[in-house]
């Protein structure tokens, strides 16, 4: 496996690369980060797994500074799953001016669920995937469910600048008490890690409520949102949306998406969980 | 020669095909589009041209409905001068959902000179302009140096989002009277056609005022607003700026570019002459 940090050492391996299929992590890499992996590889020749912690992301007050940088750990891990490459560009790499002048702009839902709280992070992400795709040049890339408005940013994005990338989601993957897998779950204490896997209870009773006919969606969410709050959540959207589009559910709507943000202490966790109904 | 109309079969086009230059016109092609095409040539196996009227770039009330469509022309012009492919998709093509949702976004030079008084109109160049490179996926691309400010946003976005395509920019092609080509000359009468090379005659007095030492910019700009007002034109703008990013230029700057954007009754003229000091 090669370590990638620049730009024009990577365009040079890629001529030679035959069909690619692209992880983009921040590093940190666990359980989850491995699923998209294996995923990669059934699509392409060769794996490429870029680490790169985006500041262009990370609002004022997040976690940018402190966000875990694990580089060696992270680079045995995917030699051990067979990844052809590393690519891990400094910011001078990627941000060479300091300042990004061309953005990747998406619609208002940048502004809704988790966009709502963080301004400017879809922004951010559209644009570092963009600049991802461009330098890697990958067949297929793989993102996981689990940032499901991040997946339908990038498949929005790819669909309407015609990028010639295959978008392929993962499943969330999650511990076996069902907290989805995050680097965030480090942060939480003891007792905020045991109390975790509430939300994504949570997430399975309104799927089952949607199942068993409840159409009322703001009542699903509203008893989701108080027992998160009672058991010392503090939540920022608890929402029943399509699953498509991340539009408003409408009643009579198929295919949903129950998706979920909330703090426990100063750690944001977020899941979600796909309902199709018959 | 092929004339091709959809994203797929462009696709399908370009697996075997070599090294790729790519013209992107509007149609109506004249000379100028021709020194693009032969310069495109140099630079690759096989030249590719679009033709594609993009709606995204005009503002209410310009010309998008009567802008001429001229595709059997174009067609044999370029054949004529030995292109590969032309790609001359519709709008339904492109635009499929017909809201663009994501959009490359150009910072504050979006809104100066020729963006004043064309809102969006250069969020639409680059967007539209992103879809066709992730179309065509050209190594090389030429633009005219005639619409400058568009070059400039075009050489922007291709290194902040790390597209990995040369970008040749090709000298102004005028006639013999000074006059830019472009397609807009068409709808000038016969004494505003006789008029219009008044512009250039403007901004080559400009370059000579820059080239003897004067530094007062304010003077020049305002001297050449003057002479073209009195002479019938309605100026947008007459402004000297730096050549390479065009910031607002200052004193001992070397590297300028005089650029004027002015009406003749109801058609709207461009051109610019770029100063080198020594």
Same mark, same amino acid.
């Given at each position: 496996? +090669?370590?990638?940090?620049?730009?024009?050492?990577?365009?040079?391996?890629?001529?030679?690369? !035959?069909?690619?299929?692209?992880?983009?992590?921040? &590093?940190?890499?666990?359980? &989850?980060?491995?699923? @998209?992996?294996?995923?990669?590889?059934?699509?392409? $020749?060769?794996?490429?797994?870029?680490?790169? =912690?985006?500041?262009?992301?990370? &609002? +004022?007050?997040?976690?940018?500074?402190?966000?875990?940088? /694990?580089?060696?750990?992270?680079?045995?891990?995917?030699?051990?799953?067979? =990844?052809?490459?590393?690519?891990?560009?400094?910011?001078?790499?990627?941000?060479? #001016? =300091?300042?990004?002048?061309?953005?990747?702009?998406?619609?208002?839902?940048?502004?809704?669920?988790?966009?709502?709280?963080?301004?400017?992070?879809?922004?951010?992400?559209?644009?570092v995937v963009t600049k991802l795709f461009n330098i890697v040049a990958p067949d297929a890339a793989c993102?996981?469910?689990?940032?499901?408005? +991040?997946?339908?940013? %990038?498949?929005?994005?790819? *669909?309407?600048?015609?990028?010639?990338?295959?978008?392929?989601?993962?499943? /969330?993957?999650?511990?076996? $008490?069902?907290?989805?897998?995050?680097? #965030?779950?480090?942060?939480?204490?003891?007792?905020?890690?045991?109390?975790?896997?509430? @939300?994504? #209870?949570?997430?399975?009773?309104?799927?089952?409520? @949607?199942?068993? !006919?409840?159409?009322?969606?703001?009542? %699903?969410? /509203?008893?989701? /949102?108080?027992?998160?709050?009672?058991?010392?959540?503090?939540?920022?959207?608890? *929402? %029943?949306?399509?699953? $498509?589009?991340?539009? =408003?559910?409408?009643?009579?709507?198929?295919?949903?998406?129950?998706?979920?943000?909330? #703090? @426990?202490?100063?750690?944001?966790?977020?899941?979600?969980? *796909?309902?199709?109904?018959?």
């Amino acid at each position: 496996m +090669q370590i990638i940090h620049t730009v024009q050492a990577l365009r040079e391996w890629r001529k030679t690369a !035959g069909r690619v299929a692209f992880v983009p992590t921040m &590093g940190n890499l666990h359980e &989850g980060h491995m699923a @998209l992996v294996r995923e990669a590889k059934k699509h392409a $020749d060769s794996v490429v797994v870029s680490i790169f =912690v985006n500041r262009l992301q990370f &609002g +004022q007050g997040e976690d940018f500074d402190k966000y875990p940088r /694990t580089l060696q750990q992270d680079a045995d891990k995917l030699a051990a799953e067979g =990844v052809a490459v590393v690519f891990a560009p400094d910011e001078k790499e990627l941000y060479p #001016r =300091v300042e990004q002048r061309y953005n990747v702009e998406p619609p208002h839902l940048q502004n809704e669920l988790c966009g709502k709280f963080r301004p400017g992070h879809f922004r951010g992400v559209a644009t570092v995937v963009t600049k991802l795709f461009n330098i890697v040049a990958p067949d297929a890339a793989c993102f996981g469910k689990k940032d499901y408005q +991040q997946l339908a940013v %990038i498949k929005g994005f790819v *669909e309407d600048l015609n990028f010639n990338i295959d978008i392929i989601p993962v499943d /969330t993957g999650r511990a076996p $008490d069902g907290l989805a897998l995050s680097s #965030r779950n480090q942060y939480l204490s003891e007792a905020e890690r045991a109390e975790a896997p509430r @939300l994504y #209870r949570e997430l399975q009773q309104a799927a089952a409520a @949607l199942k068993s !006919g409840a159409t009322d969606y703001v009542a %699903i969410e /509203t008893a989701a /949102t108080d027992a998160l709050t009672a058991a010392g959540w503090s939540v920022d959207y608890f *929402e %029943i949306r399509h699953a $498509d589009n991340l539009a =408003v559910a409408r009643a009579g709507d198929k295919k949903l998406v129950v998706l979920a943000a909330a #703090r @426990l202490g100063s750690t944001r966790l977020i899941d979600n969980l *796909e309902v199709t109904l018959v």
